[in-house]
């Protein structure tokens, strides 16, 4: 069973616009969120990450929300831009810092 | 310059030739692990390893063999690949036990079995 889900396979956004990429984990365990971006040929990078004893963290354009009672989070990217352009995929770790469970991905397009 | 590094990048190989991916980190991380990315499917984690001599499966370990001899590297195994194995493949490292850190993410090796 997916602990970590990400039910949108492909979303696109305007240039300009917000993009909001969803996830939902299942495991109460979990204690750390992390987002990854993976351009084509390429391996994922990370881009953004959150603690469980936050529900917000922002770095510049990207900002992550945290909902624990609803076991959701979500990435918001604002404003889009066609360098954003890519697959996100939603991961999480457990307290004890052992294994990383991804999620299978969101394909974000920014249409310019 | 820390990094993970998958070698080769591509190969193409035939079913049951045995053959190896090799992934080295520089970062001194105890963590290691190996997906496979399909379409559709994301990222399914095959082997991971805690440690030196600590290794677990993953979600699709069918057919995978690794091992952690030294803390740096983590190699993964086909002993006998078939063409449900035509995958891309990614090695990651982390710290263990320290909850808020990333994982790092190798460039990739794309196999195809024919």
């Known amino acids: 069973d997916q602990q970590v889900k990400q039910n949108s396979p492909s979303l696109s956004v305007q240039e300009g616009r917000i993009s909001i990429l969803n996830c939902d984990y299942t495991n109460s365990m979990f204690d750390y969120f992390l987002w990854y971006k993976k351009y084509p040929a390429e391996g994922p990078t990370f881009l953004i990450s959150i603690s469980s004893i936050k529900d917000k963290n922002e770095d510049g354009r990207f900002t992550v929300f945290l909902n624990k009672s609803a076991k959701h989070l979500s990435l918001h990217i604002v404003p889009s831009q066609p360098g954003d352009s890519a697959v996100y995929f939603c991961?999480?770790?457990?307290?004890?810092?052992?294994?990383?469970?991804f999620g299978p991905g969101t394909r974000l397009s920014v249409l310019p | 310059e820390a990094q993970v590094t998958q070698n080769p990048r591509y190969l193409i190989t035939v079913t049951g030739k045995k053959l190896t991916v090799t992934c080295s980190q520089n970062m001194n991380h105890e963590y290691m692990s190996w997906y496979r990315q399909d379409p559709g499917l994301g990222l399914r984690q095959i082997y991971y390893s805690m440690n030196v001599e600590v290794t677990d499966k993953g979600d699709v370990p069918e057919g995978y063999k690794v091992s952690r001899k030294e803390k740096r590297n983590f190699p993964l195994i086909l002993e006998s690949p078939s063409p449900n194995q035509t995958s891309l493949y990614f090695c990651?490292?982390?710290?263990?036990?320290?909850?808020?850190?990333?994982?790092?993410f190798g460039q990739g090796t794309r196999l195809t079995v024919v």
């Open positions: 990651a490292s982390s710290f263990t036990g320290m909850v808020n850190t990333e994982a790092f």
């Open positions: 991961a999480s770790r457990d307290n004890y810092g052992q294994n990383f469970v």
